[in-house]
T-cell receptor, first 113, second 111 residues
Framework: DVKVTQSSRYLVKRTGEKVFLECVQDMDHENMFWYRQDPGLGLRLIYFSYDVKMKEKGDIPEGYSVSREKKERFSLILESASTNQTSMYLC????????????FGPGTRLTVT | QKEVEQNSGPLSVPEGAIASLNCTYSDRGSQSFFWYRQYSGKSPELIMSIYSNGDKEDGRFTAQLNKASQYVSLLIRDSQPSDSATYLCAVMVAAGNKLTFGGGTRVLVKP
């Protein structure tokens, strides 16, 4: 079974802090994604990566950056956390030649106070 | 107009009935279509994928795709209380492997 893990289930940070969210998958998938999910807004794509050291902006990249130094690991960085970044963050990976069967991690509920 | 639209619900159905969920999308170049189920506090899990016009059945679930009318639907037959969840429609547009999600339809199955 594909396993996608995220570093924390719950996280509380203060405004202005630098926040790192980590995602690891164990199935050698090239493609990885970061989404945030908010009530009434659904899942929105922040960034995605097709390979090591490659990244593409999604629909809402402002205030975020990413890092993909190893194939299995995709990190989301909030350079200076703000209260409007309080959300559920979901990481997903996609198998080779997959046409969208993304596998999701358990999510990180981030609260910025 | 949102790229992928769903009725937010809640859609309330009695146990044993058929739940019918609809999704419309705006990009005619969309190639692949997916239904995810998400229980409260959990991450989405894929339950159905469909790529060509027509129906696709998997157990109690049937996905229906009509590209000309730009809609995809999900039927849940013999609904069970365990089917109570939010169902997310997702669409892959022609370029790349990005998925665009609808806002989800909350389904409540009442015993």
């Amino acid at each position: 079974d594909v396993k996608v893990t995220q570093s924390s289930r719950y996280l509380v940070k203060r405004t202005g802090e630098k926040v790192f969210l980590e995602c690891v998958q164990d199935m050698d998938h090239e493609n990885m994604f970061w989404y945030r999910q908010d009530p009434g807004l659904g899942l929105r794509l922040i960034y995605f990566s097709y390979d090591v050291k490659m990244k593409e902006k999604g629909d809402i990249p402002e205030g975020y950056s990413v890092s993909r130094e190893k194939k299995e690991r995709f990190s989301l960085i909030l350079e200076s956390a703000s209260t409007n970044q309080t959300s559920m963050y979901l990481c997903a990976s996609l198998p080779p030649r997959g046409w969208g069967e993304q596998y999701f991690g358990p999510g990180t509920r981030l609260t910025v106070t | 107009q949102k790229e992928v639209e769903q009725n937010s619900g809640p859609l309330s159905v009695p146990e044993g009935a058929i739940a019918s969920l609809n999704c419309t999308y705006s990009d005619r170049g969309s190639q692949s279509f997916f239904w995810y189920r998400q229980y409260s506090g959990k991450s989405p899990e894929l339950i159905m994928s469909i790529y060509s016009n027509g129906d696709k059945e998997d157990g109690r679930f049937t996905a229906q795709l009509n590209k000309a009318s730009q809609y995809v639907s999900l039927l849940i037959r013999d609904s069970q209380p365990s089917d109570s969840a939010t169902y997310l429609c997702a669409v892959m547009v022609a370029a790349g492997n990005k998925l665009t999600f609808g806002g989800g339809t909350r389904v409540l199955v009442k015993p």
